[in-house]
């Protein structure tokens, strides 16, 4: 059975760090393509990072870019994502998904290409 847990969620002030963690299990993670989207209510599911299985290519979405780092512990099943300088734009849910297929880039627009979601770990900014 496959599964993602996502933690480290929580509520922060505008400026103030968060490392979120996504322990996968039922899979080889090595295998899989990882990506971190989040979802804000009422709204739909937008790429924030991801990372390639192949190569460990890395994509962010702009907005995200220089303030969040996404990484991966093969060995102990965890992906992480490190969020820094959080802005009022940035809150959400934010979910773990893999991806199976043996590729050199990962994707941020289409979540149907990721098998397997977590249930989500929420964020909150106040200003």
């Known amino acids: 059975q496959v599964q993602l847990v996502e933690s480290g969620g929580g509520a922060v002030q505008v400026g103030d760090s968060l490392r979120l963690s996504c322990v996968v299990s039922?899979?080889?993670?090595?295998?899989?393509?990882v990506g971190w989207f989040r979802q804000a209510p009422g709204g739909e599911r937008e790429g924030v990072s991801c990372?390639?299985?192949?190569?460990?290519?890395?994509n962010y979405a702009d907005s995200v870019k220089g303030r969040f780092t996404i990484s991966r512990d093969n060995a102990k099943h965890t992906v992480f994502l490190e969020m820094n300088n959080l802005k009022p734009e940035d809150p959400g849910v934010y979910f773990c998904?893999?991806?199976?297929?043996?590729?050199?880039?990962?994707?941020?627009?289409?979540?149907?290409?990721?098998?397997?979601w977590g249930q989500g770990t929420p964020v909150t900014v106040s200003s």
């Open positions: 039922g899979i080889t993670l090595s295998g899989y393509s």
């Open positions: 990372v390639s299985n192949r190569d460990n290519t890395i």
């Open positions: 998904g893999v991806d199976p297929a043996w590729m050199s880039h990962c994707s941020l627009s289409y979540t149907s290409l990721y098998d397997y």
